[in-house]
């Protein structure tokens, strides 16, 4: 390269030095299964000189090491002290089952394994750090390392695989400099505009997708930040927010639905200022019921690809905030048809979204081949307006197709779900001999109201939304609706499940 040409490595170094330098005072909050633990960024700065040494003194200093672990703050000390070295951290996803765990250890080829006590993942090969009181003293004990490596800042950082509702999970690699210019994004006045007045809490998991690059974000510029710890319920959620008067929440629709039933129920305020949303298209019942609580909604939308939140929207106006919304700096969409040609941004044209950027995947781990992706394929379909603004309609694989025209099953998800009496509601489709598929609707009733299903369709065509063949065939009521791993509506297994109670009714 020109020496002349100024080069700085875009690389975890470089938030670490802020955190040292900067903000030595601020603090980092942890719900551990030990109680709450509360430290300073110098006091987090020194445990991950520490615990760095401990990772030499194992051999593993520079490896990929998986993590499998809630959101706590030791958590926190392996996402800086395994790049700083050199190496990549493999979070794996709590929820998997022990198979995929062993899967995509094998798969990436981790060389330990750091986990929270209550996990119960066996690996007879690999030396296993179980996150005790032990191993705050081995930390503890070692000499903090004094330097590290300036790391190629298109090296790995952090890995993660997809959900893999879809088959095998597939393996993703982000890379100091995309962790950087997407945490850099995210601190963005038009996007989310965190700053050190901040208090934030990443209740989206840290085993999935980094907790959207919150915790890096937060520590670039010194907000305090709040780790929610061990399956935190809405309950432990609403307390931590008052007690450490957090300002910023991330989660998923399903996690700020659970909230605010609880806070309703036990005639509670919420604090917040506001509620980060993604993962899944948040209900504009959920909306509105944060607003009158005085929280603002930013919608967000993201996936394993694009490093998370990759497009934002914090509209006021609340016939607007379901739209996925604007994409954030160094990040780039369209619309293309299965022909590569692409569609107009007119606000109707409706085809699959495609993006590029600093934060998207060049390809799946693993695969060898040297196709470069120019335009990654999101498999969502949307539309775009004029303005930019993204409009998810569906998964490709999700939508119905009726009599040869297509259903949105999230459209009626969410009309369902703003009736008063549902808690929750997930729509598929179902072979049908006449109209190849037809929509069918689970429905979770509200604790303790009742509702017939001639009252929701009564209640959907009221909306005047909806043409009549889009309505539901069937709703049948359920206890509750089976969830994945990153805790969004699993339609493959509803699918799967009404398929084997239509076939045992023939
Ligand atoms: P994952 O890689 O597991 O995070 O899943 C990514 C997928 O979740 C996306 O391709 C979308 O289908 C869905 N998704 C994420 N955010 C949203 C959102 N705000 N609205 C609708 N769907 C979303």
């Known amino acids: 390269m020109d020496s002349t040409i100024m080069h700085y490595n875009l690389n975890i170094k470089s938030i670490f030095w802020r955190i040292e330098k900067l903000y030595k005072d601020k603090e980092i909050i942890s719900r551990t299964h030990e109680g709450i ?3 300073t960024y110098s006091d987090f700065a ?11 003194a194992n051999s593993i200093a520079g ?72 191993y705050d003293d081995d930390i503890n004990s070692q000499e903090p390392t004094r330097n590290f490596p ?66 890096f974000a937060s520590l670039m510029t010194g ?29 998923a629709p399903t996690v700020w639905i659970d909230v605010v039933n609880y806070v309703e129920r036990e005639n509670l305020d919420l604090p917040l200022k506001v509620v980060v949303t993604g993962g899944a298209e948040p209900p504009l019942g959920l909306i509105k019921k944060l607003k009158e609580l005085g929280v603002k909604t930013y919608h967000a939308w ?11 929207n914090k509209s006021d106006n609340i016939e607007r905030i379901s739209e996925q919304g ?29 993006t590029r950027g600093a934060f998207v995947a060049k390809r799946y781990l693993n695969d060898k081949s040297d196709t470069q992706i120019r335009w990654f394929r999101t498999g969502d379909v949307a539309r775009i307006n004029p303005d930019g603004s993204v409009k998810v309609v569906d998964r490709l694989k999700d939508l119905i197709k009726s009599g040869g025209e297509w259903i949105s099953s999230v459209d009626l998800e969410n009309a369902i779900m703003t009736y008063e009496k549902v808690l929750e509601a997930v729509v598929v489709g179902v072979k049908d001999e006449k109209w190849g598929e037809r929509p069918i609707a689970l429905v979770v009733k509200k604790p303790g109201r009742d509702v017939s299903e001639h009252e929701i369709i009564e209640y959907l065509k009221s909306l005047n939304k909806f043409p009549k ?27 799967d499940q009404l398929r084997s109670i239509i076939e045992s009714s023939k």
């Open 37 to 39: 633990v509360r430290y």
């Open 150 to 215: 300036d790391v190629d800042e298109r090296q790995g950082a952090i890995a993660c695989f997809t959900s893999g509702t879809t088959g095998k999970p597939k393996g993703v690699v982000y890379s100091h400099r995309s962790i950087f210019i997407h945490s850099l994004s995210l601190l963005a006045a038009d996007v989310l505009g965190i700053s050190s007045s901040d208090t934030v809490m990443p209740i989206v998991p840290m085993f999935h997708i980094s907790a959207w690059d919150l915790p």
């Open 469 to 495: 063949w889009w309505l539901p065939d069937k709703i049948i009521f359920v206890d509750s609706i089976p969830k994945t791993s990153t805790g969004k509506l699993d339609k493959k297994l509803v699918r």
């Open 63 to 134: 490896e990929t090491v998986a993590s499998i672990a809630w959101n706590t703050h030791r958590h926190l000390e392996l996402y800086f002290a395994v790049p700083l070295l050199g190496g990549v951290l493999h979070t794996v996803n709590i929820r998997f089952h022990e198979s995929e765990m062993d899967y995509v250890v094998k798969a990436i080829g981790d060389r330990a394994v750091f986990m929270d006590k209550d996990i119960t993942y066996r690996n007879s090969t690999l030396p296993t750090f179980v996150f005790d009181e032990r």
């Open 223 to 251: 907000a305090k930040l709040v780790l929610p710890g061990p399956r935190p319920k809405a309950e432990d959620i609403v307390k931590l927010i008052k007690e450490f008067k957090v300002t910023v929440g991330a989660g």
């Open 302 to 312: 993201g996936m394993t690809e694009t490093e998370a939140i990759a497009t934002v």
């Open 326 to 354: 604007y994409p954030i700096p160094a990040f780039e969409v369209t619309l293309m048809d299965p022909e590569g040609n692409e569609l107009p941004w007119d606000g109707k044209s409706t085809s699959e979204l495609v």
């Open 46 to 56: 020194l445990r991950v000189r520490k615990l760095a040494s401990l990772l030499k």
